[in-house]
């Protein structure tokens, strides 16, 4: 995830995905990676403690981290996170144009991992 830690929505909540915690000075280019132990593939606990209030640390730390060289991804659009048809269609029904052209996105990077898995 490399995704910029306070200016675009990457929690798991239905309610709001942004960080609450105020800009710690210092972070503005803070990325969603920085915040994990890459060697032990965990989130990086002390350090989002230090940076973010009781309510984002939990928020954070409940976002699995995955392991994309193992071809691990989740369907953020359905709470379980496991991508169904079903699930895709519902969604399309739900959003804009704009939102049937990131679905196709999704689908189609998808796939894509998973065509260079099987290689």
Not at 14 to 35: F, R, S
Not at 87 to 101: D, E, F, R
């Amino acid at each position: 995830m490399s995704n910029d830690v306070w200016k675009k929505p990457w929690l798991r909540s239905t309610t709001n995905a942004y960080i609450q915690t105020p800009l710690y000075p210092g972070m503005e280019n803070l990325k969603v990676n920085d915040l994990k132990d890459n060697h032990l593939g965990i989130w990086n606990v002390p350090l989002i403690d230090h940076l973010f209030d009781r309510g984002d640390l939990q928020a954070i730390t409940n976002v699995p981290i995955l392991d994309v060289s193992r071809g691990e991804h989740i369907w953020a659009h359905i709470s379980y996170g496991v991508y169904t048809v079903r699930s895709a269609y519902k969604l399309i029904l739900k959003n804009s144009q704009i939102m049937i052209c990131y679905v196709c996105m999704v689908i189609v990077t998808l796939f894509g991992t998973w065509i260079s898995l099987q290689e």
